[in-house]
Every structure is written in C-alpha cells, then in structure tokens.
C-alpha cells in the first residue's frame, strides 16, 4: 500500500532554515506528481507546493514563493522540501501528498518558527 514518510521538522528560529524530506514507497513514485501540504494549529489543510512527474513544472502558493524550494529524487522515491527564511506563521505540521489534493498523505512533521 502507499507509505509517505515525513521526516526534517523540527523548531527553528525566525529566518531559519529546515529542510524536509518524504520517503515514497508502494506505487510507482516516477508516474505521480507529488505535492506538500500544512495544517496550522487550529487552521485547515493548506496546499504548499507541487512538483510534476519529472520535475519539470513546479508550483507554490504566494506566500512560500521565493522561500520553499520543492524537488524530488525519482531513483530514490523521495520528495523534498528547502524551506528558508522561516516565518512564525509557517509554523504547521507538513504531510507530502501523492497526487493532488490532501490523500493520500503521510504522518507529518511538525515545523515550529519560534524565537
């Protein structure tokens, strides 16, 4: 079955960087575009970014742009995420999504911007 395995998070001061990583396994990670998405505390589930089969076409929401860099590793099925100059209100749990939408999806890791 489809198994998403976050890992990286952690507490990080504002400015700060982590870098987030997803290990994909039970389906053809290659045929999938692959997305991240956040839950805030108290908020609802917040599409991030997505990356398309090959990586060819990416896409973030506004907020993230120029900050969160998304790739991935077909030969090793995993997905990454480069966060930079983190902010407060980036502080959320992150899942990594196979397909588009919010399922199916991993564990989270849980990123925290706090000073």
């Known amino acids: 079955q489809v198994q998403l395995v976050e890992s990286g998070g952690g507490l990080v001061q504002p400015g700060g960087s982590l870098r987030l990583s997803c290990a994909a396994s039970g389906f053809i990670f290659s045929n999938y575009l692959m997305s991240w998405v956040r839950q805030a505390p108290g908020k609802g589930l917040e599409w991030v970014s997505r990356i398309s089969e090959r990586g060819g076409h990416i896409r973030y929401i506004d907020s993230v742009k120029g900050r969160f860099t998304i790739s991935r590793d077909n030969a090793r099925a995993t997905l990454d995420l480069q966060m930079n100059s983190l902010k407060p209100e980036d502080t959320a749990v992150y899942y990594c999504?196979?397909?588009?939408?919010?399922?199916?999806r991993g564990q989270g890791t849980q990123v925290t911007v706090s000073s």
């Open positions: 999504v196979k397909g588009w939408g919010f399922e199916p």
